[in-house]
C-alpha cells in the first residue's frame, strides 16, 4: 500500500562529511528539508560546543536586525518582501554581513542620539518660548496696576514686618525691585517655569504646605502638546510663575521644583531684556526646525535603504544560525578532519539527499566526497506522512489525537471522505451549506494572497489552515441539504410533490389534525431525489417522520463507520505479520460487530423494503415490528409480544433461529478475545524454557505485535524486554472489555448525529418563523423598510448562530466520532512526528533554530 495510506519508509543512516564541505552539504540539506539529525552529544553542554562563537555571532546579527526592524516599523516604512528565500551565506560571507549591521547600528544610533539632543533641545527652547509670552502677560497686568491680587500677595509677604512695626506699606514692585535700606530683606522675588499639567495640583499644595503661604504662583496652561524626546510620546504642560521673598524661600520652592521634575527657565524683569531674548529664542527654533528636518530626512534614507534588503537579511541570518545549531549535533572524529553524524531519512529520497550532498561538495570545493550509510538499527523510526496543502488540514486533525506509529495505517485518506459527511448529516441544509462553501472556496481562491499576509490572529490562522475543510464540509452540507429537502428552514419543489388532496380546500384549512392517506392522497412513485416537499409543511407528523429517518440513518452509518474501522486493523496485523492478533483479535471482534450491530441494520432494511403504508396485512404499517423491541428480545432471548391480528411475529422465515444462533457465537467470540492471545503467549514460553532457546519468530510477535519496519527495522519485537504474563491478561482484559462495551457505546454515540441534525433543523426554523415571516407579512413602503431591517437582523442570526456556532459544534462531534468510535478500532497513535532539518519551516516560525 502506498505511502499516502502509512507513513514513510525510514532508515537511519550515518553521514561522514569532510570539515571544509560540512557547512555547504549541511545547507543543501536544509533547502532540500528530508533529513532529521540526531544529536550526538547529548550530554555536552550547549556553551562547550565546537561552533558556539559562530551561533553567538549570529544571535548578535539577529539583535541588530530585530533594532533595525522596531526603527522601521516605528516610522511605518514598508519593508521588501519578494518570497524569495536567497541561499545560506558561505561563512567567509559572515564578515561582510556583520560590518554591514555594525555599520547600520552605529549609524542609526548616532543619528538617533542626535536626534533627541535636537528635540530635547528643540523642547527647552519651546518651552522657554512658552514661558517668555506667558509671564509677559503676567508683567503687562501689574504694570497696568490691574492686578490686586499682587498686591494682596505683597502685603502677604510682609505682614510680619507690619505686625511688628506698626508701618504701613503700599505696593511693591515684583521682581528684581531696587534694594532700600529699610526693607533689603523683605524685597519679593520669582522663578518661572515649565510642569507636566497632570503634576501641578499637588505642586501647588507642596508648595503652600512647605512655605506656610508665603508664595504666590501664577499659571497658565500651554495649548498645545509638546514632544518628549525620550519616547516621542506627547505631554501637556503648564507655564508656573512663584513669587516669593527671602533666600530661604528661594532654596525651598526649587527643592520642590527639582522633586515634582519641573524645569526651570531664566526670565528677565526688563520688558526690553524679554522681548530680545523672546526673539533669539524664536530665531534658534527656526535653525533648530532646519537641523531636525534635514536629520530626520538622513534617518528615513538610511531606514528605507535598510527596509529593501531586511527581510533577506533576516532570512540568510536564520539560515546560517540554523547550519551551525545543525553542526553542533555532529561528532568529530579522532583526526579532527571529519564531521560524522546520524540522521533518519526517508527511502524514496535516498538518491534525492545524494545528490544534495554533492552538490554540497562541489560548491566547497572539496575533493573528498561525502559518504551516507545505512545503519542497522531497532530503534523506533519517526513516522513521516507526506502532505500538500489540501490533505494537510486532514493530516493535522489525525496528529492532534496521537501521531501514528511507525508504519501503521493513516486514518487521514479516508477522514477526507468520512469527515465533511458526518458533519453533513448533522449540518444538512443547503442554504446553510452554500455559505459555508463560499466562504472555503473564497480563502482557496485567495490563498496566495491571503498567506502572504502573515498575521498573529489565531482564530484566522486556524479558518485559514483548515480551508479545504471548510469548502468540503460545506459542499456536502448541500448534499444533504438536498437529500433533507431544506434551505433555510423551506423545501424545493423541483419535480411537484407526489401526494394530493383527496379533501376539498375547505376542509383542509380548518382541520390542523388532519392526515392524508398514503393509500388515497400518494402516487406510488417515490420522489426522484431526497425527501418529498410536503413533509416541511406537515404540521402533525413532521418530527415523528423525520425523527424515525434520521435515527435509523445515522445507526446505519455509525455500524458501517465502525466496521470499516475494524477493517482497518487487519491491515495492521497482516502488514506486521501478527498472526495471532489477525486470528484471535480481529475475526472475533468482526464476528461480533456483524452478528449484532450489522443484523440491526439489516433488520432495518427489511423493515423498509417488506413493510409499507400502502401495503394490506401482514405487511402493512401496523405490522411493521420496532426495531429497537427486536434487538432487546433477540439479546435478552424473550420470546415476542404476540402482534396484531392477521400480522406475522416475524419478519421472515427461521428469524428466530438465527438471531439465537447469532447472540451465543457473538458471546462465545467474548472469550476468545479475552484469553486466546494471553495463553498462546504462556504457552510458547513455556516450550522456550522447555527448550533453553531464545523465541524469536512467532513468540515475539505474539508479544509485541510483530513489528516490522520494513527495510533495516524488522523483527525489533526479539530486541525488546519481555512483558510480564499478569501485565499481559491485565491488558488484554481491559481491551476486550473496552471492545464489548464499547460496541454497545459507540453505536449509541452516532446518534449524535440525529440529535444535532433534529437541533438544526429546529433552529433554522425558529429563526424563520419567530424572525424572517415577522418582515415578510408587513405590506406597503414602511413594509419594505421593516422587512429590510428585520432581513438584516436574521442574516446575521443565520450566520452566527447556525452557521458559525452550530458549525463549530457539529465540527467538535465530528472529530470524536472520528477519534473515539472510528480510530479506537485500529489506531494506535504512539509514534512520534518526523521533524527535518528545513530552512523552510525555520523561517516559517520566525527566529526558531533548527535544533531538538
Known amino acids: 500500500m502506498g505511502s499516502l495510506f502509512r507513513s514513510e519508509e525510514m532508515a537511519l543512516c550515518q553521514l561522514f562529511l569532510q570539515s571544509e564541505a560540512a557547512y555547504a552539504c549541511v545547507s543543501e540539506l536544509g533547502e532540500l528539508g528530508l533529513v532529521q539529525f540526531r544529536d550526538l552529544n547529548p550530554d555536552v553542554n550547549a556553551f562547550q560546543r565546537k561552533f558556539v562563537n559562530e551561533v553567538r555571532r549570529c544571535d548578535e546579527m539577529e539583535r541588530k536586525l530585530r533594532y533595525l526592524e522596531k526603527e522601521i516599523k516605528k516610522d511605518g516604512i514598508p519593508m521588501l518582501d519578494t518570497g524569495e528565500s536567497p541561499?545560506?551565506?558561505?561563512?567567509r560571507e559572515m564578515i561582510d554581513l556583520e560590518a554591514t549591521f555594525e555599520k547600520l547600528e552605529n549609524e542609526l544610533r548616532e543619528v538617533n542620539q542626535n536626534a533627541e539632543a535636537l528635540k530635547r533641545n528643540f523642547l527647552e527652547l519651546t518651552e522657554l518660548k512658552h514661558i517668555l509670552r506667558k509671564t509677559?502677560?503676567?508683567f503687562d497686568e501689574q504694570e497696568g496696576g490691574v492686578n490686586q491680587t499682587t498686591e494682596s500677595m505683597t502685603r502677604a509677604l510682609i505682614t510680619d514686618e507690619a505686625r511688628t512695626t506698626g508701618a504701613s506699606m503700599g505696593p511693591v514692585q515684583l521682581g528684581y525691585m531696587e534694594k532700600s535700606n529699610e526693607r533689603e530683606d523683605y524685597l519679593p522675588c520669582f522663578v518661572a517655569g515649565v510642569i507636566l499639567r497632570e503634576r501641578l495640583p499637588a505642586f501647588e499644595r507642596m508648595l503652600w504646605r512647605a512655605c506656610r503661604g508665603n508664595v504666590f504662583l501664577r499659571q497658565a496652561m500651554i495649548e498645545t502638546p509638546l514632544e518628549d524626546p525620550t519616547?516621542?510620546?506627547q505631554v501637556h504642560k503648564s507655564v508656573f510663575i512663584i513669587f516669593f521673598q527671602g533666600d530661604q524661600l528661594k532654596t525651598r520652592v526649587k527643592k520642590i521644583c527639582e522633586g515634582f521634575r519641573a524645569t526651570l527657565y531664566p526670565c528677565p524683569e526688563a520688558p526690553a531684556d524679554r522681548r530680545e531674548m523672546a526673539m533669539g529664542v524664536m530665531t534658534r527654533i527656526e535653525d533648530l526646525n532646519t537641523v531636525l528636518g534635514q536629520t530626520q530626512d538622513h534617518r528615513h534614507r538610511v531606514l528605507v535603504a535598510a527596509a529593501k534588503n531586511l527581510k533577506n537579511w533576516f532570512v540568510k541570518v536564520r539560515k546560517i544560525k540554523a547550519i551551525y545549531h545543525t553542526l553542533n549535533l555532529f561528532n568529530l572524529d579522532v583526526t579532527q578532519k571529519c564531521l560524522i553524524a546520524?540522521?533518519?531519512?526517508?527511502?524514496?529520497?535516498?538518491?534525492?539527499?545524494?545528490?544534495a550532498l554533492r552538490r554540497g561538495t562541489e560548491r566547497s570545493g572539496s575533493s573528498v566526497p561525502p559518504i551516507l550509510n545505512r545503519m542497522q538499527t531497532f530503534e523506533n523510526p519517526p513516522t513521516y506522512n507526506r502532505t500538500n496543502k489540501f490533505t494537510k488540514a486532514f493530516q493535522a486533525l489525525i496528529d492532534a489525537y496521537g501521531v501514528a506509529s511507525y508504519r501503521e495505517m493513516n486514518p487521514a485518506p479516508y477522514t477526507i471522505i468520512t469527515f465533511p459527511f458526518l458533519f453533513a448529516v448533522m449540518f444538512g441544509d443547503l442554504g446553510h451549506g452554500a455559505i459555508m462553501a463560499l466562504f472555503g472556496l473564497w480563502m482557496i481562491r485567495k490563498e496566495k494572497g491571503l498567506a502572504a499576509q502573515k498575521t498573529d490572529n489565531e482564530i484566522w490562522n486556524i479558518f485559514f489552515g483548515g480551508r479545504y475543510i471548510i469548502f468540503l464540509m460545506g459542499v456536502f452540507s448541500m448534499y444533504t441539504g438536498l437529500i433533507y429537502n431544506d434551505i433555510f428552514s423551506k423545501s424545493l419543489n423541483i419535480f411537484g410533490s407526489h401526494w394530493h388532496m383527496s379533501y376539498n380546500k375547505s376542509t383542509v384549512m380548518d382541520n390542523k389534525f388532519l392526515q392524508l392517506s398514503p393509500k388515497v392522497d400518494y402516487e406510488g412513485a417515490p420522489y426522484p431525489f431526497g425527501m418529498d416537499p410536503i413533509w416541511q409543511v406537515a404540521s402533525a407528523n413532521k418530527i415523528i417522520f423525520h425523527n424515525a429517518y434520521k435515527m435509523k440513518i445515522s445507526i446505519i452509518f455509525g455500524v458501517i463507520h465502525m466496521i470499516f474501522g475494524v477493517v482497518m486493523s487487519w491491515?495492521?496485523?497482516?502488514?506486521?505479520?501478527?498472526?495471532?492478533?489477525l486470528i484471535y483479535e480481529f475475526i472475533p471482534q468482526l464476528v461480533f460487530l456483524l452478528l449484532l450491530f450489522f443484523y440491526m441494520v439489516l433488520l432495518m432494511f427489511i423493515k423498509w423494503i417488506k413493510f409499507a403504508a400502502t401495503n394490506d396485512k401482514p405487511y402493512s404499517e401496523a405490522c411493521a415490528p420496532s426495531i429497537l423491541i427486536t434487538f432487546i428480545d433477540m439479546v435478552l432471548f424473550n420470546t415476542p409480544k404476540p402482534p396484531p391480528e392477521n400480522c406475522e411475529t416475524y419478519m421472515f422465515?427461521?428469524?428466530?433461529?438465527?438471531?439465537?444462533?447469532?447472540v451465543l457465537v457473538a458471546v462465545g467470540c467474548i472469550p476468545v478475545m479475552l484469553l486466546a492471545k494471553p495463553l498462546l503467549i504462556m504457552q510458547a514460553r513455556k516450550q522456550a524454557n522447555e527448550e533453553v532457546q531464545p523465541i524469536a519468530g512467532a513468540t515475539s510477535d505474539a508479544e509485541t505485535g510483530g513489528v516490522s519496519n520494513g527495510g533495516s527495522h524488522g523483527g525489533g519485537g526479539g530486541h525488546e524486554e519481555e512483558e510480564e504474563l499478569s501485565e499481559i491478561f491485565i491488558h488484554q482484559s481491559i481491551h476486550t472489555i473496552e471492545y464489548v462495551l464499547g460496541s454497545v457505546s459507540h453505536t449509541a454515540s452516532y446518534l449524535r448525529l440525529w440529535a444535532l441534525s433534529l437541533a438544526h433543523a429546529q433552529l433554522a426554523e425558529v429563526l424563520w418563523t419567530m424572525v424572517l415571516s415577522i418582515g415578510l407579512k408587513q405590506e406597503g413602503p414602511v413594509g419594505g423598510i421593516v422587512l429590510t431591517c428585520v432581513f438584516a437582523f436574521w442574516a446575521i442570526l443565520t450566520v452566527g448562530i447556525l452557521v458559525l456556532m452550530e458549525g463549530l459544534s457539529a465540527f467538535l462531534h465530528t472529530l470524536r466520532l472520528h477519534w473515539v468510535e472510528f480510530q479506537s478500532k485500529f489506531y494506535k497513535g504512539q509514534g512520534y512526528a518526523f521533524q527535518p532539518f528545513s530552512f523552510d519551516a525555520i523561517i516559517e516560525n520566525g527566529a526558531a533554530a533548527a535544533e531538538e
Open 136 to 138: 509677559q502677560v503676567f
Open 571 to 581: 491491515h495492521n496485523h497482516t502488514y506486521f505479520r501478527n498472526r495471532i492478533s
Open 87 to 91: 541561499e545560506a551565506p558561505q561563512p
Open 653 to 662: 422465515f427461521g428469524q428466530h433461529v438465527i438471531q439465537v444462533l447469532f
Open 342 to 355: 546520524e540522521c533518519w531519512v526517508p527511502l524514496l529520497d535516498f538518491e534525492t539527499i545524494q545528490l
Open 231 to 233: 519616547n516621542g510620546d
